[in-house]
């Protein structure tokens, strides 16, 4: 399994940035998929999810800004971003895998509050977003 983001970059408060992972070594949707961010000296933090049946979830400090979504032909996660914080500064990264849901009916936005799944996802390296104020 191969995943690689892109998008990253520079932006003031205020900003949007499209971030972009593309799959590959394995069945895409096969696996829940999320984005996944860490700012220095902090823990990560799932961002954003995504089921096969097209349901999402967000952490509560990005919902209303940034959407989640994909397109199956081209085996590419996205993550748009808009007005865009200071605080959403970090190395965002995607990853694909199977949480374990307290709630059956969670789904993939499992991804959002499992904290001990992560350690078998499969990762990209991540993109650096940085937002000035």
């Known amino acids: 399994v191969q995943l690689q983001e892109s998008g990253g970059g520079s932006v003031q408060s205020g900003g949007s940035l499209r971030l972009s992972c593309v799959a590959s070594g394995y069945t895409y949707r096969t696996y829940c998929m999320g984005w996944f961010r860490q700012a220095p000296g902090k823990e990560r933090e799932a961002v954003a999810a995504l089921g096969n049946d097209g349901i999402t979830g967000y952490a509560d400090s990005v919902k209303g800004r940034f959407t989640i979504s994909q397109d199956n032909a081209k085996k590419t996660l996205y993550l748009q971003m808009d007005r865009l914080k200071p605080e959403d500064t970090a190395m965002y990264y995607c990853?694909?895998?199977?949480?374990?849901?307290?709630?059956?009916?969670?789904?993939?936005?499992?991804?959002?509050?499992?904290?001990?799944?992560?350690?078998?996802?499969?990762w990209g390296q991540g993109t650096q977003v940085t937002v000035s104020s």
């Open positions: 990853a694909t895998g199977r949480p374990i849901p307290s709630d059956p009916r969670a789904g993939c936005r499992a991804m959002l509050t499992d904290s001990q799944s992560p350690r078998n996802y499969f």
